[in-house]
């Protein structure tokens, strides 16, 4: 497996992803996958960017999706190309918040499922991710990420 951060390389054509890097009162929204080899690993929740979609729009869609949850993007903060055994990605991690009333109107959604947790970076080391966002854990400056 190849992981590097992006600078202009292009090996094959890569497919483009979005992960949100949900923060929430100094905590991290993380989230297992469910079905093939990365089966229950810890990821960073997001998905592929949709044809003429905005890296900002994309993760709208997908954490909307996936978790009925409203975000607000702020920035991309990293950008690493991943290359698995059957595809390679190029993963946008952005950083987005949420409110204490976009997460009261999902009751018990992301407070009580066991595939979704809230995590303090200092827990990452503690449950297993998947390879690219293992990297991206080491590359995220955790303290700035906090400031705003």
């Not at 992960?19 to 089966?39: E, M």
């Amino acid at each position: 497996m190849i992981t590097k951060e992006i600078a202009g390389s292009n090996l094959r054509s890569p497919i483009e992803v979005v992960a949100g890097v949900v923060v929430f009162q100094k905590k991290v929204l993380v989230a297992k996958r469910k079905g093939g080899y990365l089966h229950d690993l810890w990821e960073f929740p997001g998905g592929k960017i949709e044809d003429g979609e905005t890296f900002f729009g994309a993760i709208l869609r997908e954490l909307k999706e996936e978790l009925n949850l409203l975000v607000e993007p702020l920035e991309k903060i990293l950008v690493l190309q991943h290359e698995y055994p059957e595809k390679e990605v190029r993963l946008h991690f952005i950083k987005c918040k949420t409110t204490e009333q976009a997460l009261s109107q999902i009751p018990g959604k992301l407070i009580e499922n066991e595939d979704v947790k809230w995590i303090d970076p200092v827990s990452f080391p503690r449950i297993e991710f998947c390879p690219a966002d293992q990297i991206a854990m080491t590359r995220i400056n955790w303290d700035n990420l906090f400031l705003t």
